[in-house]
């Protein structure tokens, strides 16, 4: 948020301009444990993507090369895990989790699987306004009780909503841990999806005017969320 004179390049311009917000960290058993230690560390610094064809839609850019170094997160089923910012939230939009089993080896995954939604948090109505959960430093949820073991990328999300009202002006500020779900499974999770695919850049939730005329109701982008 440092004032700044001069900008060579827009992207420049927005990265001075905008520091923005990033998931860094697993909270696992009460801890929020070290920046990048269980999340696999993006290359595009704080700046959003807003292309939701693109591959790096599953967990952000970069985030393929990080997996190898990236530690994986015993997790026991039915606990509640989350994921920490480096600063609190500042604009308007749903938060949202996913996970996808890997087939193999967690640390080179490429999210190319199946995904299912296991939380989402969209905006609240009452008196004729509408407001985020937003100006939060963290998102927690449960891993469902019933899910199968193994080995997951846990992907959560944060969906900008404030210059939503044209197409690709949504922001999508995502990450992923890598986890090894324990438990006694019997869950078969349901619906799934593809990243990309799951999301087009005209669903209600994501080509959205939150200012005129106020909305009344908010569409969550994605899949319904299994309970487990
Ligand atoms: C969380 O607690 C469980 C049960 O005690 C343990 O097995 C697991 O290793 C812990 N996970 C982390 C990341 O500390
Ligand atoms: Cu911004």
């Known amino acids: 948020m440092k004032p700044i004179t001069i900008c060579i390049a827009l992207a420049a311009c927005f990265q001075a301009v905008h520091a923005h917000y990033r998931w860094t960290s697993l909270i696992v058993n009460g801890t929020t444990t070290g920046a990048f230690y269980y999340v696999r560390q993006n290359t595009n610094y704080n700046s959003p993507l807003t292309d939701v064809t693109s591959n790096d839609i599953r967990c952000n850019t970069g985030t393929l090369a990080s997996g190898p170094t990236t530690n994986v997160a015993t997790v026991i089923a039915g606990s509640t895990v989350g994921m920490a910012l480096d600063q609190t939230i500042f604009h308007i939009g749903p938060l949202l989790a996913y996970l996808s089993k890997a087939p193999s080896d967690i640390h080179t995954y490429d999210g190319s699987g199946a995904w299912f939604k296991i939380a989402q948090t ?10 985020w959960p937003t100006q939060v430093s963290q998102y927690t949820f449960k891993i469902p009780a019933s ?17 939503a009202k044209t197409v690709d002006g949504a922001q999508f500020y995502i990450a992923c841990a890598q986890i090894d779900v324990r438990g006694s499974g019997g869950g078969a999770p349901a619906p799934t999806v593809s990243l990309p695919g799951a999301y087009s850049s005209s669903d209600p939730g994501i080509l959205f ?3 005129y005329p106020i909305p009344t109701s908010y569409t ?5 969320v299994w309970a487990g």
């Open 122 to 131: 969209g905006p609240s109505f009452s008196s004729g306004a509408i407001s």
């Open 147 to 163: 899910t199968p073991p193994g080995l997951y990328l846990l992907r959560v999300e944060h969906i900008a909503v404030h210059s």
């Open 209 to 211: 005017n939150d200012y």
């Open 220 to 224: 969550m982008p994605g899949p319904a």
